[in-house]
Nanobody, 126 residues
Framework: QVQLVESGGGLVQAGGSLRLSCAAS????????MGWFRQASGKEREFVAA????????YYADSVKGRFTISRDNAKNTVYLQMNSLKPEDSATYYC???????????????????WGQGTQVTVSS
């Protein structure tokens, strides 16, 4: 059974940093893409960042490019989202997701992710 467990959320002041973790288990993710999405209160869930696990190729939403970094630790089967220079508008529940990577895969398409974590809350105060 595939499980994605996020951790690392919390309350931080604007300009601060947080690192989210997503511990993945239940299968090999070498042919999978791992993504981070977020949903703010009253808004739709949106793409943040993604990585093709095997090659380490990364993708970012324009709103976080240059501030957030997605990475992985193969030994721990864990994906990270390092978030720097946080802004109040980054406040949201952050979700980890996993889905098979293919020739027609697009990072931001939520339907292409088969598995989702339960989410971790990030609150950035001004």
């Amino acid at each position: 059974q595939v499980q994605l467990v996020e951790s690392g959320g919390g309350l931080v002041q604007a300009g601060g940093s947080l690192r989210l973790s997503c511990a993945a288990s239940g299968r090999s993710f070498s042919t999978y893409a791992m993504g981070w999405f977020r949903q703010a209160s009253g808004k739709e869930r949106e793409f943040v960042a993604a990585m093709y696990w095997s090659l380490g190729k990364t993708y970012y939403a324009d709103s976080v490019k240059g501030r957030f970094t997605i990475s992985r630790d193969n030994a721990k089967n864990t994906v990270y989202l390092q978030m720097n220079s946080l802004k109040p508008e980054d406040s949201a529940t952050y979700y980890c997701a996993a889905g098979p990577y293919g020739s027609r895969w697009t990072a931001a398409t939520q339907s292409q992710y088969s598995y989702w974590g339960q989410g971790t809350q990030v609150t950035v105060s001004s």
